[in-house]
């Protein structure tokens, strides 16, 4: 799991969205982000949790958060989720993971009694000088938005 805390500056990323454009951590500069990790576009609660995100997302923009979701799926996967949903937000295409392991949310998970290595459902609140204000690895995915707006 994640080694990074509370107080910890956020690792700088770069990394294309669902439509090909390259995001940064610096396009966020003097905005608070929230960063959530995903393990697969279109499954039942990652659906869950975007949509509860994106519910809530002018809740978000009053209070100066935007919002990124990352996933090791493809552009094309992340684009058919976003548009099916209506994701007012991008979407990372981290297939290589460069993204995923700077976070350090890619690592050994169970499911159904198999192991498997995998991204585990993580977000991280970062401040508007690029410092984590929260590391939430606990994720409700119907009640997300209160996590981070607690």
Known sequence: MT????GDKAPDFQAKDQDGNIISLSDYKEKKLVLFF????????????????RDNYERFQSLGYEILGV?????KRQSNFRNKYD????????EDKT???????WGPK?????????IHRTTFVIDEYGVIEDVITKVKTKEHTSQILK
């Open 3 to 6: 080694s990074l805390k509370i």
């Open 38 to 53: 995903y393990p697969k576009a279109s499954t039942p609660g990652c659906t869950v949790e975007a949509c509860n995100l």
């Open 71 to 75: 996933s090791a799926d493809s552009e």
């Open 87 to 94: 994701f007012p937000y991008p979407l990372l295409a981290d």
């Open 99 to 105: 993204v995923i392991n700077s976070f350090g949310v």
């Open 110 to 118: 169970k499911f159904m009694g198999r192991e498997f290595d995998g």
